[in-house]
């Protein structure tokens, strides 16, 4: 079953002269207003913002301004529908997506631009800011914050996680930690919020655990649910590890209820059918589930997709390089090349048998925003 993706137009009255492209992007010149303040740029619990502002804004007018936010909305929606359609068991989280969880007061003043003088304002335009936006919510299953306890950086407050805990939400934190003393506050607080921790002392905050220390709050039974999860174990790098077999074995010997994976040994190689099924098994027998990591944000040059040609602007996608991240791009994530790429590694993943995927590099859209200030 091919994954398609139908671009919706971003309504909105465009000026004379300008091009307008899938879901409403335009190119003109008009003149742009400013913000009075810069709002953050953080991408994966790092700040980015410094390096961002230095960027040029785009010049368009406020009017013709796109929004991302409903942009990267429909891009999930889509995936986690199709994932529910084809098992309803299927869970689907987003890393960083508190934001796209509420109405922003971006976004409720970008629909009253967008209006032309007389109409009625539209139901997009009234949604209260902090309301739920109900598609998205009935799609996924819950968020991945990043230093929330360690280093605080996050993008979302104790108040809105609890909103959103009330709505269902399950939430898991990666925390990057100075020291084990930090990690076990990290992970006292973030029961206390009843978010699930996962903590690396690495100095670069890497994930890429041993599978050595034991789970706290261990258990022999089966894991079923979200909800059930008790611990889990985190394994976004695999450079500890000589061979994907090796890497497998690691994981496949410990008795964590949830693991959230790269589904990829050193990005490029996946894990095969019978390796996901191996890891769904605790060692004492239990089922467990296990997540794959997708990023649907950003481009990586180590990644089995990466063409040897590829460059900013080669694709066209490709727009630039995400600062302090060697090999790393921003990219244009609405581009119909980008989304055959996602929805084919989506269908993929839930091919071999994993339980739910993690969306990555959603908080990108946080430089599109900048780059084009109301």
């Not at 991408?43 to 991302?68: C, H, K, M, S």
């Not at 050595?212 to 790098?237: D, F, H, M, Y």
């Not at 994976?261 to 060692?283: C, G, H, S, Y």
Request: glycine share 8%; hydrophobic share 45%; aromatic share 8%.
């Amino acid at each position: 079953m091919r994954l398609r993706f139908i671009s919706s137009h971003v309504a909105g009255h465009l000026a004379g002269g300008c091009l307008v492209f899938a879901l409403g992007l335009a190119l003109c010149a008009p003149l742009q207003a400013q913000d009075t303040h810069r709002p953050r740029v953080i991408l994966d619990g790092r700040d980015l913002t410094e390096q961002v502002y230095d960027e040029p804004p785009i010049d368009v007018a406020p009017e013709d301004i796109p929004n991302y936010r409903e942009m990267m909305r429909e891009i999930i929606s889509k995936l986690a529908e199709y994932g529910k359609a084809r098992d309803p068991a299927f869970r689907v989280l987003v890393r960083g997506g508190t934001m796209l969880a509420t109405q922003s007061k971006r976004e409720r003043d970008l629909s009253i631009l967008k209006i032309p003088p007389g109409v009625p304002l539209s139901q997009e335009a009234l949604l209260p800011i902090g309301a739920l936006h109900r598609r998205f919510a009935r799609a996924i299953d819950g968020f991945v914050l990043d230093r929330r306890y360690c280093d605080p950086n996050a993008l979302v407050t104790t108040d809105e996680i609890a909103l959103l805990k009330r709505e269902g939400f399950f939430f898991i934190s990666l925390e990057p930690c100075a020291d084990e003393a930090q990690a076990r506050a990290a992970v006292s607080a973030g029961q206390k919020d009843g978010v699930m921790v996962a903590t690396t002392t690495e100095p670069d905050g890497v994930f890429a655990p041993t599978a050595k220390i034991p789970p706290a709050q261990e258990s022999p039974g089966p894991i079923t649910s979200l909800g059930q999860a008790r611990n889990l174990l985190v394994g976004l790098s695999t450079r500890r590890f000589e061979t994907k077999d090796a890497w497998v074995a690691a994981l496949d010997r410990t008795n964590y209820d949830l693991l959230l994976i790269d589904p990829f040994f050193r990005n490029i190689d996946p894990l095969t059918a019978p390796q996901v099924k191996a890891l769904k098994t605790k060692a004492v027998g239990a089922r467990r589930l296990v997540l794959a990591r997708l990023t649907i944000g950003l481009a990586d040059d180590t990644r089995y997709y990466w063409k040897p040609e590829w460059t900013v602007g080669n694709p066209p996608w490709i727009v630039g390089f995400v600062p302090g991240e060697d090999g790393v791009y921003w990219i244009n994530y609405t581009h119909p090349d980008w989304l055959t790429l996602v929805g084919a590694a989506f269908a993929g993943l839930m091919d071999l048998g994993y339980d739910g995927i993690v969306l990555d590099g959603v908080t990108a859209l946080m430089r599109d925003e900048a780059l084009m200030p109301l």
